[in-house]
């Protein structure tokens, strides 16, 4: 069974930077991991997916200031955000899916995704 816990999470001023991690354990081989964000009253909203081949996909609000990235040998998934803004406030969740995920047209929905974790709250003030 596939596990996955997030830890990074805080606030910080705008401008501001975090790393978020998530630690993954059991079957991770030919995955898709992603990080999605859900703001209060909001949609849950995919941020960025990186598949077990290296591709990564990101959406268009984070493009140049997030990046996604994971350790093999630490079976752990990293978000490097910078450049924060106040609209980035959420609770992040890990998640994890079949390399098909990745290949997905509506990654950001997360429906083709399995696993997820129980989130880490990021804010961000102005």
């Known amino acids: 069974q596939v596990q996955l816990v997030e830890s990074g999470g805080g606030s910080v001023q705008s401008g501001g930077s975090l790393r978020l991690s998530c630690a993954a354990s059991g079957y991770t081989y030919n995955s898709c991991m992603g990080w999605f964000r859900q703001a209060p009253g909001k949609q849950r909203e995919g941020v960025a997916i990186i598949g077990s081949n290296g591709g990564t996909a990101y959406a268009d609000s984070v493009k140049g200031r997030f990046t996604i990235s994971q350790d093999n040998a630490k079976n752990t998934l990293y978000l490097q955000m910078s450049n924060l803004k106040p609209e980035a406030t959420a609770m992040y969740y890990c998640?994890?899916?079949?390399?098909?995920?990745?290949?997905?047209?509506?990654?950001?929905?997360?429906?083709?995704?399995?696993?997820w974790g129980q989130g880490t709250q990021v804010t961000v003030s102005s």
């Open positions: 998640a994890g899916g079949q390399l098909l995920a990745c290949y997905s047209g509506s990654w950001r929905g997360g429906r083709d995704f399995t696993y």
